[in-house]
T-cell receptor
Framework: DVKVTQSSRYLVKRTGEKVFLECVQD?????MFWYRQDPGLGLRLIYF???????EKGDIPEGYSVSREKKERFSLILESASTNQTSMYLC????????????????FGSGTQLSVL | RKEVEQDPGPFNVPEGATVAFNCTYS??????FFWYRQDCRKEPKLLMS???SGNEDGRFTAQLNRASQYISLLIRDSKLSDSATYLC???????????FGSGTKLNVKP
């Protein structure tokens, strides 16, 4: 089975702190994603990466950055945490798929519930 | 307009009932479709992919209607353990993006 591991299940930080959320997958997937999930808003894409050192902005990248130095690891960075970044953060990965028109299914980590005080 | 829309529910049904959810998508070029299940405070997990010809997995049946741009999920003989939020996921032609519905909550009562 695919395993996507997020480093922390719960995290409490203070406003202004720099926060690192780590994600590791063990299936050699090309694509990795960071989402946040908030009640009533569903999952929203923050950033994704389709290869090492490649990254693209998702729908809500403001206040976040990412790093993908190795294929298996995708880090989300909150440069200066704010209270409106309190959320559930979900990392996911997928393989690229057999053609540019399709993609394989997403596999999720167990999530990090981040509270910024 | 949202890329993917779902009725948030909740759908409250008794054990043994049949329940169906629909999900509409806006991009007619969408290629891949999925249903995910999410339990409270847990990550989404793949329930089933949705194929053009429709597909079935035990008590679960998924259908795709490209003309009307919707997918459906039918659950027969509902179990208490089916209580969860069901997320509709669509992958349009841009193969790096997945669009999620906000989810439909199902409560199966004894």
């Amino acid at each position: 089975d695919v395993k996507v591991t997020q480093s922390s299940r719960y995290l409490v930080k203070r406003t202004g702190e720099k926060v690192f959320l780590e994600c590791v997958q063990d299936m050699d997937h090309e694509n990795m994603f960071w989402y946040r999930q908030d009640p009533g808003l569903g999952l929203r894409l923050i950033y994704f990466s389709y290869d090492v050192k490649m990254k693209e902005k998702g729908d809500i990248p403001e206040g976040y950055s990412v790093s993908r130095e190795k294929k298996e690891r995708f880090s989300l960075i909150l440069e200066s945490a704010s209270t409106n970044q309190t959320s559930m953060y979900l990392c996911a990965s997928s393989s690229r798929g057999r053609s540019f028109a399709t993609n394989e299914k997403l596999f999720f980590g167990s999530g990090t519930q981040l509270s910024v005080l | 307009r949202k890329e993917v829309e779902q009725d948030p529910g909740p759908f409250n049904v008794p054990e043994g009932a049949t329940v169906a959810f629909n999900c509409t998508y806006s991009n007619s070029a969408s290629q891949s479709f999925f249903w995910y299940r999410q339990d409270c405070r847990k990550e989404p997990k793949l329930l089933m992919s949705v194929y053009s010809s429709g597909n079935e997995d035990g008590r679960f049946t998924a259908q795709l209607n490209r003309a009307s741009q919707y997918i459906s999920l039918l659950i027969r003989d509902s179990k208490l353990s089916d209580s969860a939020t069901y997320l509709c996921v669509v992958n349009p032609y841009n193969f790096n993006k997945f669009y999620f519905g906000s989810g439909t909550k199902l409560n199966v009562k004894p």
